[in-house]
């Protein structure tokens, strides 16, 4: 029993297929990773710039005792209710961020210096979720985002 005879070429060309996809795995892979880095890297900024952005608002106006309008400015950007009625957290927020994501501590003043009142804003238990396949899950963040300022309103 004779085997046909296998060429120079056709042993470099099987050989330059397998090397290529060795290489685009390796790439798609790195690529991947990138835009899993990076969709972190966007969602935790925004997260900052909202709870900044709530902080700021906060510390100028009276608090309301609940936090409910500072935790409506994190998740839909205004501090009222939508559409006027009810408590306004029917739905999830930007990014996904519910009401159990946004803590709001108030801080009042002491005796001793009754304008040392703070105000502390955190978004906790925050849920990524990554795009790569290898990672297709969910990767809860403890300590997500926590911001806090002296209250600047004085009644």
């Known amino acids: ?26 790439f798609l892979a790195i690529l991947i990773g990138t835009v899993d880095f990076g969709q972190v890297l966007f969602t935790h900024q925004a997260m900052v710039e909202r709870t900044r952005k709530a902080l700021r608002w906060a510390v100028v106006r009276p608090y309301d005792g609940t936090g409910d309008q500072i935790a409506r ?7 009222n209710p939508l559409g006027g009625t009810g408590s306004g957290f029917d739905s999830e927020g ?10 709001v501590v108030y801080t009042p003043g002491t005796t001793d ?38 209250m600047v309103y004085k009644p």
Do not use: C, H
């Open 1 to 26: 029993m004779s085997y046909p005879k296998v060429t120079r070429a056709q042993t470099q060309r099987g050989s330059a297929l397998i090397e290529s996809s060795l290489v685009l795995l390796t």
């Open 73 to 79: 400015l994190i998740m839909y950007g205004q501090p």
């Open 94 to 103: 930007f990014l996904g961020v519910t009401r159990d994501n946004v803590q």
């Open 113 to 150: 210096d009754p304008n040392d009142a703070r105000l502390t804003v955190a978004i906790v238990d925050y849920e990524f979720q990554f795009f790569s396949p290898w990672l297709a899950k969910r990767f809860t963040n403890n300590r997500a985002v926590i911001e806090s300022a002296a």
